[in-house]
């Protein structure tokens, strides 16, 4: 199955929003996106293997195969201009394909990076060997466990193997210093997480030769429910800058 899917179809959209979730999450999260970016924005989502369309195949172990499919994703099946945005370990994953894509000659016109240190930073949770346990780690740091999931035993055999694969492979991260990105950086956060802290957030500026901003807003780790209408004004405007002042910030 296709590491890529278009979760809204905008043939007239001027550029293509690559999105990659959290540890755990599926691409389907960012379906709400399409209508709150377009039409100038057409909305893509990034699936992981071992989930969604792609639950028969083996989790991802490692780094580089990961980043060359879905990089090779992206130079086969994404027409026009792309930009990126990543979610906590998605965040990772953004950077290092825009590192990719860069290096193939197609460089993103941006990247948005959220809920994020900065690559050079550790992962900051020790993983437990029990599946309970590693639960009650993720939700005490991140606060990201619904109760309706922590309440049915049926459905945490099934998501733990998923957010363990993916906490796995952002414990497993090393960055690889480098040049740094040409395409701007906007790096987003909640002000109440404490994974990653206004210093962390603003240190993503090393990373590109080009513009940055910072912006944080109300709430903990998974600010993006809680402010999904001022994070998507927010990406709109520094993806389509050239109609920042028509748009309605309602």
Known sequence: M????RLGENPAAALRLICFPHSGGQPGMFRRWVA??????????????????RVSEPFARQWSPLVAEITDAVLDQVP???????????????????RALTLAGRAPEHLVV???????????????????????????????IPAALRDSPDLLR???????????????????????????????????????PEAELSAWRRHTSGAFAATRFPGGHFYLDAAERQVLDTLWRCLAPRHALTRSSS
């Open 2 to 5: 296709t590491a890529l899917v």
């Open 36 to 53: 709150g970016l377009a039409p100038d924005v057409e909305v893509w989502g990034a699936t992981l293997p071992g989930r969604a369309t």
């Open 80 to 98: 026009g201009p792309v930009a990126l945005f990543g979610h906590s370990l998605g965040a990772l994953l953004a950077f290092e394909v825009g």
């Open 114 to 144: 959220s809920a994020r240190a900065t690559p050079a930073t550790p992962y900051p949770l020790t993983l437990p060997d029990g599946d309970e346990e590693l639960i009650d780690a993720v939700d005490r740091v991140y606060q990201g």
């Open 158 to 196: 099934l998501f733990a193997p998923v957010l363990r694969a993916d906490l796995e492979l952002a414990v497993s991260y090393v960055f690889r210093p480098g040049p740094p990105l040409s395409c701007p950086i906007t790096a987003l956060g909640g002000t109440d997480d404490p994974t990653v």
